[in-house]
């Protein structure tokens, strides 16, 4: 049996509850429930209950590892130049997130996982588009060019499991959650 896995950082309420109300205005948005936003440090995909269990035990030794960091929503953008495909929240640069998501990508990597194929880009994913103008995604762009999240401190990150629907929203389910002590 193998377990559709990813690490993240779970979003403060204050964030995640302030993001529903800025997502409107595009039309062919699949927007993300609010329990479907967090920060992806690095999908892992499939993996085997073995490979599983040896990504807990290092995901744990990385938390350990690793000290808290503040973190901001700055921005949103889109994946798709011609054909948008995703709209996103970004992240003010921060130093020790990237740090975070490396130290993921080596992990899986000890763990016999493939290679991530795309460079880290942190964000929090608002919708998936399907068919959606351009000059409409545009528009969201711009509209919501200034926003800025306010400041937290994550304190760990999350394991979770995703399991895909037809016709609905992903469900994650958390399976492990490590607590930064760096």
Not at 118 to 124: A, D, T
Request: glycine share 4%; aromatic share 10%.
């Amino acid at each position: 049996m193998s377990l559709r896995l990813f690490a993240a950082l779970d979003l403060p309420d204050e964030i995640a509850d302030a993001l529903p109300p800025l997502m409107r205005g595009v039309s062919g948005a699949r927007w993300r429930p609010r329990e479907n936003l967090q920060l992806t440090l690095r999908f892992f995909d499939d993996v085997p209950e073995p490979a599983a269990s040896d990504l807990d035990a290092a995901l744990e030794e990385i938390a350990l590892a690793t000290a808290p960091f503040d973190a901001q929503l700055k921005g949103v953008g889109f994946f798709g130049k011609e054909e948008p495909h995703a709209l996103w929240a970004d992240v003010a640069p921060n130093e020790p997130l990237r740090a975070l998501a490396a130290d993921c990508e080596r992990a899986a990597r000890r763990c016999g996982l493939k290679p991530e194929a795309r460079k880290f880009m942190p964000h929090v994913t608002l919708a998936y588009l399907a068919g959606s103008k351009l000059e409409r995604v545009i528009a969201f762009e711009k509209r919501l060019a200034l926003y800025e999240s306010a400041v937290w401190t994550a304190t760990g990150f999350v394991l979770f499991s995703s399991q895909v629907r037809r016709n609905a929203p992903s469900l994650y389910r958390e399976e492990a959650s490590y607590e930064f002590l760096g």
